[in-house]
């Protein structure tokens, strides 16, 4: 499946996060490709958040979608929120997604992720992200998304409360 990911870098990550991403050390370990060089595709708009589109078949084995991906991703990010792409229904899923084009189309408009790390840590802008920030939230496809998934989402906003 394809995702729309969008999230916002924790502050006191930030200039930890640019050199992960330079020295290709961001999801070191991570078995399945390169998530540095996708992180990269993404656009942070003016409100700081981060847009970018991500290929994973976690939800096929684990019911929920980005599960081996998080563990890297919210380290250096926060308000992550996870979208499906396009609908399940017509998604062939794993093996097909790999090199299919539904996304094509879709670019998040805004300044480059580098660009924007690398202006925020020569100190040009202070980050308006707070350091708590939101748990990650499945969204699915029209807010349909796995009984895990929602378990996950209703123990996220118990936790925010």
Not at 51 to 80: H, K, N, Q, S
Not at 118 to 132: K, P, Q, Y
Request: proline share 6%; glycine share 10%.
């Amino acid at each position: 499946m394809r995702y729309l990911l969008s999230a916002r870098v924790r502050p006191e990550k930030r200039t930890e996060l640019l050199r992960a991403l330079e020295e290709g050390r961001f999801g070191a370990g991570f078995p399945f490709g390169d998530l540095g060089e996708v992180l990269c595709t993404g656009r942070v708009d003016g409100s700081g958040t981060i847009r970018w589109v991500e290929v994973c078949y976690c939800r096929e084995y684990y019911g929920v979608a980005m599960e081996e991906e998080l563990p890297y991703i919210e380290e250096y990010l926060t308000d992550i929120t996870i979208a499906d792409a396009r609908s399940p229904a017509h998604c062939e899923g794993y093996p097909v997604c790999n090199d299919c084009d539904c996304t094509r189309k879709v670019r998040p408009k805004g300044e480059p992720l580098l660009s924007y790390l690398w202006r925020l840590a020569s100190g040009h802008e202070a980050s308006t992200t707070s350091a708590e920030g939101l748990p990650t939230q499945w969204l699915g496809w029209r807010g349909q998304v796995t009984p895990e998934e929602a378990r996950r989402n209703r123990a996220g906003h118990a936790r925010a409360d």
